[in-house]
């Protein structure tokens, strides 16, 4: 990612050159993670699943800094105004240090075993580096909402639920195509819940949980049906009907919890017609 960052300083572009030569940014994202809970058997937005989605990105959050110090100390380079950073003064680190995240819960221990979970003297290593040598990129770390890659890759696009348990995507030289949820069997299908019958605060605390690490951002949807179960959220009493003033809510929630942003609202009415992302002509583009 760096050296495509680096090789893309291209003068035709001065704001592109500009951007790239003082920042320095990459985006590392992540896909996959509905279907490797449901395949280790742990649903979607419970205690587990955002301890396990905050261990995953703590370790992206401390290797990209460790290899963007590394990178910074071969090159005696870091990003434009580094200097006035929680970086270089040390505290962005108080929080690992402070051994917020060291306490790992059992699922946690069992589903990364072998694999070195970073630790408050690991990251107190790392913030000498960096206060030393500097960082070379100003974001490392960025999720997109990966929909077809996702389906290439064989897995549950970004760190969204699923919208189906086999998805039917219209292409238009080949025609239909239907790609199951990964590893879907009568063990997994349980924990393969449609994100349209999911209650949007269940994807809001995943998102939190990855939002304490990524130091750019996420692209978050929030998925909207217009009836939706009884008793799914509380506030709706014997109401089925969804309205603005959901959403509103929704939105406050996400804001309490630290969401930078979200990213669509894609909403199910009531004819089976799905309206989003993927029928957003300026998004196609």
């Given at each position: 990612?760096?050296?495509?960052s680096d090789t893309s300083s291209i003068d035709v572009v001065p704001t592109v050159k500009n951007g790239n030569e003082s920042a320095h940014s990459i985006g590392l994202g992540l896909m996959g993670l509905a279907s490797y809970l449901a395949m280790n058997h742990i649903e979607y937005g ?78 107190e290593s790392l913030k000498a580096s960096v206060m030393k040598y500097g960082v070379y990129s100003e974001s490392r770390l960025a999720v997109a909402p990966n929909g077809s890659i996702s389906y290439i890759n064989d897995c549950s696009s970004s760190i969204h639920p699923i919208i189906n ?121």
């Amino acid at each position: 990612l760096t050296f495509i960052s680096d090789t893309s300083s291209i003068d035709v572009v001065p704001t592109v050159k500009n951007g790239n030569e003082s920042a320095h940014s990459i985006g590392l994202g992540l896909m996959g993670l509905a279907s490797y809970l449901a395949m280790n058997h742990i649903e979607y937005g419970s205690q587990d699943s955002l301890d396990i989605t905050s261990a995953i990105f703590e370790l992206m959050n401390y290797w990209t800094l460790y290899e963007s110090n590394q990178i910074a100390k071969e090159r005696g380079v870091s990003f434009n105004g580094f200097e006035d950073t929680t970086y270089a003064d040390g505290t962005y680190f108080d929080k690992y240090i402070s051994g917020k995240y060291e306490d790992r819960s059992e699922v946690v221990k069992k589903l990364f075993l072998g694999i070195h979970l970073p630790t408050a003297k690991d990251w107190e290593s790392l913030k000498a580096s960096v206060m030393k040598y500097g960082v070379y990129s100003e974001s490392r770390l960025a999720v997109a909402p990966n929909g077809s890659i996702s389906y290439i890759n064989d897995c549950s696009s970004s760190i969204h639920p699923i919208i189906n348990r086999i998805e039917e995507r219209q292409e238009k030289k080949i025609g239909k195509i239907y790609y199951p949820a990964r590893g879907l069997a009568t063990d997994t299908i349980p924990y393969y819940k449609s994100a349209y019958d999911t209650d949007m605060r269940k994807v809001i605390d995943v998102y939190a949980a990855a939002t304490e690490h990524v130091d750019q951002g996420l692209s978050l949807t929030l998925f909207v049906r217009s009836e939706i179960p009884i008793g799914l959220y509380e506030w709706k009493g014997l109401t089925t009907k969804q309205t603005t003033r959901d959403l509103s809510i929704l939105r406050n929630y996400a804001y309490n919890k630290g969401i930078k942003s979200i990213y669509y609202v894609r909403t199910f009415t009531d004819d089976g017609e799905e309206v989003g992302s993927n029928q957003c002509e300026s998004c196609s583009i």
